[in-house]
């Protein structure tokens, strides 16, 4: 016969398991799941390396610092389609710039580029209510019509050796430059979304901007700065791409919109608004990286690569749910 204390059991242990959201940890369960089978099935093939490891970091340090932004902007239940190609836009600004004007000034121009391109999204987003899917949207065309343009499709080399160290292509000690960027970046994203009057108004705009506005919150000068702090983060991770590979090219970060809106609701930011999770969008695009890696190193094609990240795009966008 079963003593009170066991016969409880069960029901506390169901209990834990009723109250578990399950959808806003998956990412951190599905880290390790792939983990360790790619650990057993690609350990020969050079998958556990430390220099492997440190690959995965500094390939998806660019995602990472766009992911981090985009996480206010998906948690005010907007979006920003336009990140990749304004990465590429910065690229090729920056290596221009600092090619005629030096170091300085290229650094200006490149977050100047970006500035420009996330206050026009947020002004038409914030000001004229027009849908910010819209907007981006053809915010990505726009800007990566004139990357183009202004460098007749043509890569622009980076020779200043200052620029490149601090921009990616350097190490600090044993500690790559890019990891450094990521650290930082993940670092005050956390601490302005969950320390900050900032981050609870973000957060209370995407719930329920008509409530938020009734309790005084500028809801649209929120939307306004979400829009704002992207373009210039995607501007960043567009220099970076340029340190680390020493030239800004108008491709740099095409198609990285989707990767990095992945890694955000992966991580469990909710598409619908009003929740954000800025660890969680940094195991997303770790995620992302970890599974890029494993499928090069299992030998599949650009084409089968491809079907894999799609079916985990439309994966992160089923598991999203409202609060």
Do not use: C
């Amino acid at each position: 016969m079963s003593s009170p204390a066991t016969a409880t059991r069960p029901s506390l242990v169901s209990r834990a398991l009723a109250h578990l959201d399950w959808r806003s940890n998956i990412i951190y369960i599905a880290f390790v799941v792939v983990f360790v089978l790619f650990a057993i099935f690609l350990g020969n093939d050079g998958f556990l390396s430390p220099n492997n490891m440190l690959n995965i970091v500094r390939q998806t340090a660019t995602i990472s610092i766009m992911a981090v932004a985009m996480t206010f902007v998906i948690a005010t239940a907007e979006i920003d389609l336009s990140v990749g190609s304004v990465a590429g836009l910065a690229s090729v600004v920056t290596a221009m710039a600092t090619a005629q004007f030096g170091l300085v000034p290229g650094i200006l121009a490149g977050l100047l580029a970006g500035a420009v391109i996330g206050a026009v999204n947020g002004g038409l987003v914030a000001l004229l209510k027009i849908p910010s899917f819209l907007v981006t949207l053809g915010m990505l065309g726009l800007a990566a019509g004139v990357s183009q343009w202004i460098t007749a499709s043509a890569p622009q080399p980076i020779s200043d050796r200052l620029y490149v160290l601090i921009f990616g292509g350097g190490d600090f000690g044993p500690v790559p430059g890019l990891l450094v960027w990521t650290v930082v970046a993940v670092a005050v994203g956390w601490l302005v979304m969950n320390r900050t009057g900032y981050g609870r108004r973000v957060l209370a705009t995407g719930g329920n901007p008509t409530a938020a506005a009734y309790t005084g919150i500028n809801t649209a000068r929120i939307k306004f700065t979400v829009l704002l702090t992207s373009g210039v983060a995607a501007a960043l991770a567009g220099m970076l791409y340029a340190g680390r590979l020493e030239s800004g090219r108008f491709q740099w970060g095409q198609g990285d919109e989707l990767t990095v809106i992945a890694a955000v609701i992966l991580g469990g930011t909710s598409l619908f608004g009003g929740r954000g999770a800025i660890i969680g969008t940094l195991f997303g695009s770790l995620f992302m990286g970890l599974v890029n890696n494993g499928l090069i190193l299992a030998g599949l094609d650009v084409a089968q690569q491809q079907v894999v990240r799609g079916a985990i795009i439309i994966a992160a966008v089923a598991l999203s749910r409202k609060k």
